[in-house]
């Protein structure tokens, strides 16, 4: 059974740009949720999409935005990028039941903002 | 306002010997937790959880226990391995409502090095 795939694995964009990353879910997953790893923060929780809807939503400024298609993939971007948005950013999978269990990550995208 | 907090940044530990990785939480809205392990250059990968109804929960090597009124969980592996080498992050939900929705708070991350 393939894992969580992410991409892209590395990028570099400078300040202002915009950046999107992509998640594939584990087959059958159909509740999406995205983290920011920074060493200061810690991994922190963006949101969560479930069913093409966003469900829940962490302490992110709007220029974090994210959706969900229909076959559960999803995708997260964020826009004017400031040198703070620096960060690996982990796609997480489950089923998808309202209740939180475990939850499966990719190996993440690593994002450099110059 | 960190709600999961583990103390120690770095655990180092011979091969054979146990392990013992701490956390501290204060939202007592809390009542599942998990572990989370996490080698360079990849996603974490779950460990062992446990309910807020459980004192203790394991597997295999692994044993998580709980004390509510403390606010605090640990993490025992015994007998430690070198391969167990990795960041270890504890983790807590809320599923209470259903309002959780794959919202994980996690602490900072406990750096384990078990040495041959």
């Known amino acids: 059974k393939a894992g969580v795939t992410q991409t892209p694995r590395y990028l570099i964009k400078t300040r202002g740009q915009q950046v999107t990353l992509s998640c594939s879910p584990i087959?059958?997953?159909?509740?999406v949720s995205w983290y920011q790893q920074t060493p200061g923060q810690g991994l922190q929780f963006l949101f969560e999409?479930?069913?093409?809807?966003?469900?829940n939503k962490g302490n992110f400024p709007g220029r974090f935005s994210g959706r969900q298609f229909s076959n559960s993939r999803s995708e997260m971007n964020v826009s004017t990028l400031e040198l703070g948005d620096s960060a690996l950013y982990l796609c997480a999978s489950s089923l998808g039941g309202s209740y939180t269990g475990e939850l499966f990550f990719g190996e993440g995208s690593r994002l450099t903002v110059l | 306002d960190q709600q999961v907090k583990q103390n120690s940044p770095s655990l180092s530990v011979q091969e054979g010997r146990i392990s013992i990785l701490n956390c501290d939480y204060t939202n007592s809205m809390f009542d599942y937790f998990l572990w989370y392990k996490k080698y360079p250059a990849e996603g974490p990968t779950f460990l062992i959880s446990i309910s807020s109804i459980k004192d203790k929960n394991e597997d295999g090597r692994f044993t998580v226990f709980l004390n509510k009124s403390a606010k605090h969980l640990s993490l025992h592996i015994v007998p430690s391995q070198p391969g167990d080498s990795a960041v270890y992050f504890c983790?807590?939900?809320?599923?209470?409502?259903?309002?959780?929705?794959?919202?994980?708070?996690f602490g900072q991350g406990t750096i384990l090095t078990v040495h041959p």
């Open positions: 983790a807590a939900s809320s599923g209470s409502g259903g309002t959780s929705y794959g919202k994980l708070t």
């Open positions: 087959s059958g997953h159909r509740s």
């Open positions: 999409y479930f069913s093409e809807t966003q469900r």
